[in-house]
């Protein structure tokens, strides 16, 4: 069993940056693809950006994020690099690997 913990959010001016971390633990084996969702209130649950494979890995971005979000991993961590910060990126973020999802972690992007 995988546990996923989460830290890093925050409220932050537009413009600004925030870098969203996920430890994995446990049978962290199933977690060589990993991801970052967000939820906004009223909506559904949409992915941000995936990881895939160790190492440097081959990364995809959710349009609405692409050059401005990076996912990485260092080792059992996932972090996702956010900057130029929109008040439309404020959500609940969580990480997940395989059928394991963290709490979540809520970012305000004030404009």
Do not use: H
């Amino acid at each position: 069993q995988v546990q996923l913990l989460e830290s890093g959010g925050g409220l932050v001016q537009a413009g600004g940056s925030l870098r969203l971390s996920c430890a994995a633990s446990g049978s962290i084996l199933s977690c060589v693809t990993m991801a970052w969702y967000r939820q906004a209130p009223g909506s559904q649950r949409e992915l941000v950006a995936k990881i895939m494979g160790l190492g440097r890995g081959i990364t995809t971005y959710a349009d609405s994020v692409k050059g401005r979000f990076t996912i990485s991993r260092a080792g059992n961590t996932v972090y996702l690099q956010m900057n130029a910060l929109k008040p439309g990126d404020t959500a609940v973020y969580y990480c997940n690997c395989a059928a394991t999802w963290g709490q979540g972690t809520q970012v305000t992007v004030s404009s």
